[in-house]
């Protein structure tokens, strides 16, 4: 057993939702392709593009009202807010491991979903995405900057002599 999700925490603009964040759906990474196919070859095959096929995406569930998220979620044109998950997982050995996401975006949908008597208010947000970076024990994995061109995994940078290559 690796890495089983022990604990997590969220922040919204650098404040703490220990106890209201339930959930987070952390962004999808698919690299664009495009089908090449040349004489001499038996068929096609996909090809990397060095690019996302898409916009980067999240969404972070809440439960329970907080008058701070709702002062902290601008939700007009412009306004992109820094959120982070952090987790904390534990292998079958014990050992524990630091899980950090940190993600600047803004709300797409603000959907409080069904109220019911007797219930936390519930919260879910859709966000669209400009900035994304995964950390595991301090060592990044990825670090994505649609609009600056910064496509890193691993601590390698794999747009950097294409930027470059076009002066940027």
Request: no cysteine.
């Amino acid at each position: 057993m690796r890495d089983l999700l022990k604990y997590m925490n969220g922040f919204v603009d650098g404040y703490g939702y220990a106890g209201l964040i339930s959930a987070a759906e952390v962004p999808k990474i698919e690299v664009a392709t495009r089908e090449f196919n040349a004489a001499g070859m038996a068929g096609p095959i996909d090809v990397r593009l060095a690019r996302l096929a898409g916009a980067l995406t999240a969404k972070l569930s809440f439960e329970g009202f907080d008058p701070h998220l709702y002062e902290t979620l601008d939700i007009t044109e412009g306004a992109l807010i820094p959120f982070t998950v952090k987790g904390s997982t534990e292998d079958g050995d014990g050992t524990t491991h630091a899980h950090n996401i940190k993600m600047r975006g803004f709300v797409k949908v603000l959907d409080e979903g069904e109220w019911k008597d007797g219930e936390g208010v519930p919260l879910k947000l859709d966000m669209s995405l400009r900035y994304y970076k995964r950390e595991r024990d301090g060592v990044e994995l990825f670090e994505i900057d649609q609009e600056n061109m910064v496509f890193r995994v691993r601590g390698r940078d794999l747009l950097s002599e294409h930027r470059a290559n076009i002066a940027r």
